[in-house]
């Protein structure tokens, strides 16, 4: 099955900053989501995107499928941004079960 | 769209006794999918039904776990004879009856095992 890392584990930063989470995946992929895990533990959709570039407000992301990675861009960073970031894919192509990655734990002070 | 809900959102119980726990999906979602999620981990799949056939179950899902979809609308998920580390938060997700589409997750039921 497909391995899925994300990077940086960890991320602090002040309000205001912008900053660039990544997620790789060993295989090729035509489903990949973008969660936000809140501090209440709901998972949020942020989102679907198997290819391309999506902007939602302060959000991006980007997915290169053929390089087999995708980005989440975020910027103008609020308190509430706080979490963990997850993303998703599909553990065999063309299949609805979804691994998910190993995180990155978001942190945002004023 | 009302989200898909669960029930409930906590529950606390003695090792060894059954709990049951609800998920009811999106309504137009013919999909349904339980998740598995522990401390500091991401969500692990557990198993998926379209519309009530359960079309896979992941290796996790031992003998004591069971699910369910008997009208293809809401689904629950049993756990007999709870050990310790069923201790986790069990997510359900549901999308729409083709390919590729987003999976919509509910808030989750966490249980805790004494």
């Known amino acids: 099955g497909i391995q899925v890392e994300q990077s940086p584990p960890d991320l602090i930063l002040q309000e205001g900053a912008n900053s660039t989470l990544r997620c790789n995946f060993s295989?090729?992929?035509?489903?990949l989501q973008w969660f936000h895990q809140n501090p209440w533990g709901q998972l949020i959709n942020l989102f679907y995107i198997p290819s391309g570039t999506k902007q939602n407000g302060r959000l991006s992301a980007t997915t290169v499928a053929t390089e087999r990675y995708s980005l989440l861009y975020i910027s103008s960073s609020q308190t509430t941004d706080s979490g963990v970031y997850f993303c998703a894919v599909p553990f065999l192509y063309n299949t609805d079960k979804l691994i998910f990655g190993t995180g990155t734990r978001l942190q945002v002070f004023p | 769209d009302t989200g898909v809900s669960q029930n409930p959102r906590h529950k606390i119980t003695k090792r060894g006794q059954n709990v049951t726990f609800r998920c009811d999906p999106i309504s137009e979602h013919n999909r349904l999918y339980w998740y598995r999620q522990t401390l500091g981990q991401g969500p692990e799949f557990l198993t998926y039904f379209q519309n009530e056939a359960q079309l896979e179950k992941s290796r996790l899902l031992s003998d004591r776990f069971s699910a369910e979809r008997p009208k293809g609308s809401f689904s629950t998920l049993e756990i007999q004879r709870t050990e310790q580390g069923d201790s986790a938060m069990y997510l359900c997700a549901s999308s729409k009856d083709t390919s590729n589409q987003p999976q919509h997750f509910g808030d989750g039921t966490r249980l805790s095992i004494l």
């Open positions: 295989d090729s992929v035509n489903n």
